[in-house]
């Protein structure tokens, strides 16, 4: 029970850390010399033990940089959308909005 809770503690403070733009890179080049260094939790040497701390730190970093990006590019676009507003569409583009007039 005790390893599930230091597993727990670890993943939210890589993924808060990683979060954190002052750290994000200490932490992404921390994770790369974790992953290429022969010091390892689990040394390779055992079998899949020692693959498997590799497997899960890549797996980790890969899910939270995608995760990064996935953020950044919502972002991006509602500022592109918000940026548009009151500029001319062009021709054959459709309007995703709908506003409904009362004639007096």
Do not use: C
């Not at 390892?40 to 970093?61: R, Y």
């Not at 990064?68 to 583009?93: A, H």
Request: net charge negative; aromatic share 10%; charged share 20%.
């Amino acid at each position: 029970m005790e390893s599930k809770n230091f597993v727990q503690a670890f993943y939210t403070w890589y993924r808060n850390t990683l979060r954190h733009t002052k750290y994000r890179w200490v932490i992404i080049l921390g994770t790369i010399v974790y992953l290429f260094s022969p010091i390892d939790i689990a040394p390779d040497f055992i079998p899949i033990v020692g693959w498997l701390d590799d497997g899960l730190i890549a797996t980790l970093l890969v899910t939270e940089m995608s995760q990064i990006l996935l953020e950044q590019l919502k972002i991006r676009s509602r500022r592109s959308s918000t940026s548009n507003i009151g500029e001319p569409r062009p021709e054959g583009s459709e309007s995703t909005s709908t506003v409904d007039v009362e004639v007096l």
